[in-house]
Antibody, heavy 120, light 111 residues
Framework: QITLKESGPTLVKPTQTLTLTCTFS??????????VGWIRQPPGKALEWLAL???????RYSPSLKSRLTITKDTPKNQVVLTVTNMDPVDTATYYC????????????WGQGTLVTVSS | QSVLTQPPSVSGAPGQRVTISCTGS?????????VHWYQQLPGTAPKLLIY???NRPSGVPDRFSGSKSATSASLAITGLQAEDEADYYC???????????FGGGTKLTVL
């Protein structure tokens, strides 16, 4: 059974760096083909893909946000970490992590999401 | 402005059939990249509904089906039920953006 759960601060100030952790079970990032992605959703708005990391440490980033994003993995801990620098109120959103597989281009298991509000 | 265009809303009565369109371009759907669909019930995380244009994950009723042609795709829901009321998103890959792209979402209302 695959599960994922996001954790991190619920409130950050403008210009601060956001660090989110995705802790998962039911699969391992040491397994060939496995990947974990991050997707966000501002309140009342559409989904937006942010970043993705594969088992072999191949990393992909949304071109529009690439300069502000860093994704890393801690395989023994079954965790993936996303950092977003220079947070702005427009970054207020629910942030989801999700499981994918190399070459599939879809996300088949999602975490429950965590709402991050950017406000001074 | 989303790369994939969906109607903001659709509606139908219980038992009816509704379709939701997803229009892309030559760098995503038209380039041959597959389309996936997600269902997001109110207050919950998205759930994979259709993958690779027309495949249903285990547990998804066969009332849901997907199709693709040229630069667009469609999600069809037959035998509409009250529990189908949700937001639906299409998703693909865009080669010019090197981006996993989502549609703007469609809110389905069951009358």
């Amino acid at each position: 059974q695959i599960t994922l759960k996001e954790s991190g601060p619920t409130l950050v100030k403008p210009t601060q760096t956001l660090t989110l952790t995705c802790t998962f079970s039911g699969f391992s990032l040491s397994t060939s083909g496995v990947g974990v992605g991050w997707i966000r959703q501002p309140p009342g708005k559409a989904l937006e893909w942010l970043a993705l990391i594969y088992w072999d440490d191949d990393k992909r980033y949304s071109p529009s946000l690439k300069s502000r994003l860093t994704i890393t993995k801690d395989t023994p801990k079954n965790q993936v970490v996303l950092t977003v620098t220079n947070m702005d109120p427009v970054d207020t959103a629910t942030y989801y992590c999700a499981h994918t597989s190399y070459g599939d281009y879809y996300f088949d298991y999602w975490g429950q999401g965590t709402l991050v509000t950017v406000s001074s | 402005q989303s790369v994939l265009t969906q109607p903001p809303s659709v509606s139908g009565a219980p038992g009816q059939r509704v379709t939701i369109s997803c229009t892309g371009s030559s760098s995503n759907i038209g380039a041959g990249y597959v389309v996936h669909w997600y269902q997001q019930l109110p207050g919950t995380a998205p759930k994979l509904l259709i993958y690779d244009n027309n495949n249903r994950p285990s547990g998804v009723p066969d009332r849901f089906s997907g199709s693709k042609s040229a630069t667009s795709a469609s999600l069809a829901i037959t035998g509409l039920q009250a529990e189908d009321e949700a937001d639906y998103y299409c998703q693909s890959y865009d080669s010019s953006l090197s981006d996993w792209v989502f549609g703007g979402g469609t809110k389905l209302t069951v009358l």
